[in-house]
């Protein structure tokens, strides 16, 4: 049989170990398995305390890129409206400096004695044959300009 050292052979007793020898080995062996299993452990540990914090960290992220998400959506929505009423403010400015360009050729017309000699754009075929009635009349477009006055005291309360 063989010895408890482990040898095979239990021929030589220079191979084969005393009793108290084999017991402090094995008790290295037991303590440095028992290291092992420690070290082991807290590998095990520090490897599930990393896992769990990248967890925490993607959690997190995702939160907060689903905030940044939610505020680039409105974002955006709020840039579509601008734009859309940023192009209907300028359809209608358009619009107004046209009503104003041609306003301003009428007051010039008629503001000047004769729509020939001012060189307006506007023209009328027939400025000669307006009767003398309308020249007359205080509700003509030319009279318009001119400036209301008024008291306090035309008013009774």
């Known amino acids: 049989m063989g010895s408890l ?22 008790q290295r062996k037991r303590k440095r398995m028992e ?6 452990r807290r590998s095990r540990m520090r490897k599930q305390k990393h896992l769990d914090d990248l967890m925490a960290l993607v959690a997190q992220l995702k939160d907060e890129n689903s905030r940044i998400m939610n505020t680039m959506s409105i974002t955006t929505q709020q840039c579509l409206n601008v734009e859309a009423e940023n192009s209907v ?7 107004l400096s046209q009503r104003l ?3 301003n050729n009428i007051l010039n017309c008629l503001n000047t004695t004769t729509a020939a000699a ?5 023209e009328c075929e027939d400025f000669e044959s307006i009767p003398e009635s309308y020249m007359d009349n205080s509700w003509n477009p030319m009279y318009l300009n001119q400036p209301i006055l008024a008291s306090p005291d ?3 309360y």
């Open 154 to 156: 035309m008013f009774d």
């Open 35 to 40: 290291s092992n299993r420690e070290s082991a």
């Open 101 to 103: 360009e041609s306003l």
């Open 89 to 95: 403010l300028s359809a209608q400015m358009g619009e």
């Open 5 to 26: 050292s482990g040898n095979s052979s239990g021929c030589s007793p220079q191979i084969q170990k005393s009793g108290s020898e084999e017991g402090l080995v094995d």
């Open 118 to 122: 001012s060189g307006c754009v506007f």
